[in-house]
């Protein structure tokens, strides 16, 4: 038995490698973008026709693009920095200079949302900080919010969602 030999190579066509899509890095400071168009949804939701707000805690009425989103609960306390009920559109002065005007905030909090939902924005800062008392009065789902770690894959989904958003509603 021998073997056949061949002095004609035959060339099969090379297949072109599809290219690799490199996937784009998430910005270090997602969190940060993903806060800043949040508060931009807010008071381009709570804007009126003419696209005026009223201020949260003073009352003072501006267009919306000269408000600020004021956090009820400070931004830093992740399981509430997004949560609509928290970011409601303020004037410079109450949110600067006057710190959130946290007490006439409240107040006002209360009369739009109801005292229910703004203990329920207050024990969920609590219970981030540890409290259990706080915890034990929350629903299952924001216990999961309040316990959970979020990384800069959650941040960029919750931007994009924002985005898109924040897009149909200028678009109206």
């Known amino acids: 038995m021998g073997y056949k030999m061949t002095t004609s190579h035959s060339k099969k066509p090379i297949k072109k490698k599809k290219p690799i899509k490199k996937k ?32 949260i805690s003073c009352g003072a009425i501006m267009p919306w693009k000269e408000a600020q989103g ?21 004037c ?30 207050e024990n969920m800062m609590m219970a981030e900080k540890g409290s259990d008392e706080a915890m034990n009065k929350l629903s299952y789902e924001d216990q999961i919010n309040v316990l959970r770690k979020r990384g800069k894959v959650y941040w960029k989904e919750r931007y994009d969602e924002f985005k898109k958003e924040l897009k149909e509603l200028e678009s109206e």
């Open 24 to 55: 784009k890095p998430i910005p270090a400071n997602i969190k940060q973008r993903t806060l800043s168009i949040f508060q931009k949804l807010r008071r381009v939701e709570e804007a009126n026709i003419d696209g005026n707000v009223r201020c």
């Open 70 to 90: 004021g956090h009820f609960i400070p931004r830093g306390v992740e399981s509430t920095c997004i949560e609509r009920d928290n970011v409601n559109p303020q």
């Open 92 to 121: 410079p002065r109450c949110n600067g200079y006057l710190s959130g005007n946290l007490i006439q905030y409240r107040i006002n909090l209360v009369k739009r949302i109801g005292e229910e939902r703004v203990e329920r924005l």
